[in-house]
């Protein structure tokens, strides 16, 4: 079992940035993923960036690549999502998502274990 918990959302100007954190518990493994995601309202989940616990393998959707970072603290089972330049449509609720066996990174099917999400609002 997993459980994800974020934090770090919250309202910014266009060009701003914004450090999201997903604190994990749990058991790990050799293929264990953790990954972002967003949803804005009428749309459907999509995904941000994703890293693998083990060799540190990471992925990012082509709308975030050069601005967003995905990072890990071991020490603290922490995952960040270090956001810059951001962009009014980067404003939606992003969520922490955990699997231990995932194939398709982007696909958030593959992903058993969520966060509540947080709230990211980009005003132009």
């Known amino acids: 079992q997993v459980q994800l918990v974020e934090s770090g959302g919250g309202l910014v100007q266009a060009g701003a940035s914004l450090r999201l954190s997903c604190a994990a518990s749990?058991?790990?493994?050799?293929?264990?993923?953790l990954g972002w995601f967003r949803q804005a309202p009428g749309k459907e989940r999509e995904f941000v960036a994703a890293?693998?616990?083990?060799?540190?393998?990471?992925y990012y959707a082509d709308s975030v690549k050069g601005r967003f970072a995905i990072s890990r603290d071991n020490a603290k089972n922490t995952v960040y999502l270090q956001m810059n330049s951001l962009k009014p449509e980067d404003t939606a609720v992003y969520y922490c998502?955990?699997?231990?066996?995932?194939?398709?990174?982007?696909?958030?099917?593959?992903?058993?274990?969520w966060g509540q999400g947080t709230q990211v609002t980009v005003s132009s």
């Open positions: 998502a955990a699997d231990y066996s995932v194939v398709v990174i982007g696909n958030p099917l593959e992903y058993d274990y």
């Open positions: 890293r693998r616990w083990s060799g540190g393998s990471t």
């Open positions: 749990g058991r790990t493994g050799s293929n264990y993923v």
